[in-house]
Nanobody, 125 residues
Framework: QVHLVESGGGLVQSGGSLRLACAAT???????????LAWHRQAPGKQRELVAH???????NYLDSVKGRFTISRDNAKKMVYLQMNGLKPEDTAIYYC????????????????WGQGTQVTVSS
């Protein structure tokens, strides 16, 4: 079984920055480099949003509202995926989840994903 553990969430002022990290553990090994990775978020009273996606070739896609502010990256040797968040806004407040898996051709697909437990990001105005 593959497990994902997020870290780096917290409370930050509007305009601030935060770097989220997600570590993959368990039965993944060298196969990690062949998997797509993504960050999602869910705020109270709102639907889940796919924030950022990175393919095995390190091609990236972003939610329009975070383009130019957020950057997703991966480290295959460490089996890690990161989300650098700059210029944070109150509307970025949510629980952030990392995921592993899914087809690269359909980056918004939720089929066959492994999910982490999430980390809380709170941006004060």
């Amino acid at each position: 079984q593959v497990h994902l553990v997020e870290s780096g969430g917290g409370l930050v002022q509007s305009g601030g920055s935060l770097r989220l990290a997600c570590a993959a553990t368990g039965d993944i090994g060298s196969a990690f480099r062949f998997e797509s990775l993504a960050w999602h978020r869910q705020a109270p009273g709102k639907q889940r949003e796919l924030v950022a996606h990175i393919s095995k070739e390190s091609r990236t896609n972003y939610l329009d509202s975070v383009k130019g502010r957020f950057t997703i990256s991966r480290d295959n040797a460490k089996k890690m995926v990161y989300l650098q968040m700059n210029g944070l806004k109150p509307e970025d407040t949510a629980i952030y989840y990392c995921t592993l898996g899914g087809p690269d051709k359909d980056w918004k697909s939720l089929v066959g994903l492994t999910w982490g437990q999430g980390t809380q990001v709170t941006v004060s105005s």
